[in-house]
T-cell receptor, first 114, second 115 residues
């Protein structure tokens, strides 16, 4: 069964600090891995997408890494801002015929305090 | 100039009723999706349509029926609503599914509460 596990479940940090969120997956056959940011009451917004051959991808202060051998990914947030407070969701897609079936993690709830 | 819009934003209804949620995208995308986010915050794909054709249908009860009148719209009809249908439903769109590297753009969500 395809699964995506994220840790920690929640995280509180001070503004300006860095943090790293983790994602472990058992999805096969692997196609790509994405990180989304979901603000409360809003739809998810894509941050990064990585395929099997990519092991790092940056988007501003967000840097995602992928280790396809250990089936782990991380999202590193640098110099956090209050607006970074949100849920961060790891999504791993499997290729199924001509389609791509995503499996979502539960997300890590990040709170940035001033 | 909202990219993906959904109506209504909130929907409260009684068990057994039939309801619809509308979704429209103005991005010119070929593929549209419906997702369900339950109380534990898990998002799960329900349907995917590419150029008005169903390409993903993930073990969803047949009380749920998507309707795509054109490429820019994908509406979700739900018959005989049950308590367990209470959730937030998200519509999304992407350029296409063929490459697998598409970015999906999500709507704001519709919070459905079944009483």
């Amino acid at each position: 069964k395809n699964q995506v596990e994220q840790s920690p479940q929640s995280l509180i940090i001070l503004e300006g600090k860095n943090c790293t969120l983790q994602c472990n997956y058992t999805v096969s056959p692997f196609s790509n891995l994405r990180w989304y940011k979901q603000d409360t009451g809003r739809g998810p917004v894509s941050l990064t997408i990585m395929t099997f051959s990519e092991n790092t991808k940056s988007n501003g202060r967000y840097t995602a890494t992928l280790d396809a051998d250990t089936k782990q990914s991380s999202l590193h947030i640098t110099a956090s801002q209050l607006s970074d407070s949100a849920s961060y969701i790891c999504v791993v897609s499997a290729r199924a015929g001509g389609s791509y079936i995503p499996t979502f993690g539960r997300g890590t709830s990040l709170i940035v305090h001033p | 100039d909202t990219a993906v819009s959904q109506t209504p934003k909130y929907l409260v209804t009684q068990m057994g009723n039939d309801k619809s949620i509308k979704c429209e995208q103005n991005l010119g995308h070929d593929t549209m999706y419906w997702y369900k986010q339950d109380s534990k915050k898990f998002l799960k794909i329900m349907f995917s349509y590419n150029n008005k054709e169903l390409i993903i249908n993930e073990t969803v009860p047949n009380r749920f029926s998507p309707k795509s009148p054109d490429k820019a719209h994908l509406n979700l009809h739900i018959n005989s609503l049950e308590l367990g249908d209470s959730a937030v439903y998200f519509c999304a769109s992407s350029q296409d599914q063929n490459s697998g590297r598409y970015t999906q753009y999500f709507g704001p969500g519709t919070r459905l509460t079944v009483l």
